[in-house]
């Protein structure tokens, strides 16, 4: 079940591993994620909340999230594909089936990363010339491993913790210099 929801996160890692990005560090023509610079105190506020209700009984090892860099850290065609990367993670581990109060609290987080995850998709265009940094392709390779690894609950227990980080990270692509 989980491989058949995690099937466009697993393309877009291919992909990457392929070469796709951003041509000549930066974002193409059309992309719109300037409105991502300041996300609205509502967004942030329903993200906390849905962190706070989600109920994790789940032991898990995964640390796929602990990274000893931030997306910062990256040049700007790797930040956008690290942030494609985990907003389809995080879309695909929001959308599995969940408890009556869990299923309440993550309606609008859902909504708020499905719109996100389509107008980054927006940004990503194919430059076979182009390969991401060491740090990327070794976290893609990371993302790659665990789902076959971890269990469906564990990653989402994983995701919804660190969903936070996800929001950094899109603002930090948004700005399109240091953040």
């Known amino acids: 079940m989980l491989r058949l929801s995690l099937t466009p996160l697993l393309v877009l890692v291919l ?7 951003f041509p000549h560090d930066t974002l193409r023509k059309g992309c719109r994620l300037s409105k991502y610079q300041n996300i609205a105190q509502e967004e942030q506020k329903a993200v906390d909340k849905m962190r706070q209700e989600f109920v994790n009984d789940h032991k898990c090892n995964t640390r796929l999230f602990q990274r ?5 850290d990256l040049p700007m065609s790797d930040r956008a594909v690290l942030v494609a990367a985990e907003l389809n993670l995080t879309t695909a581990m929001l959308e599995l089936p969940a408890s009556p109060g869990f299923a309440e ?12 995850r389509e107008d980054v998709r927006g940004c990503v265009s194919v430059d076979p010339s182009h390969q991401p940094s060491g740090r990327l392709r070794h976290w893609l390779h990371r993302l790659q491993a665990a789902d076959s690894a971890e269990s469906a609950a ?14 950094d990270n899109l603002r930090c692509a948004a700005l399109q210099d240091k953040c």
């Open 15 to 21: 992909g990457v591993s392929l070469g796709a990005a």
């Open 68 to 72: 000893k860099w931030n997306a910062v």
């Open 105 to 116: 609290a993550r309606r609008r987080p859902l909504d708020f990363f499905t719109q996100a």
């Open 154 to 167: 564990c990653l989402r227990a994983t995701t919804v913790l660190h969903v936070l980080r996800v929001l």
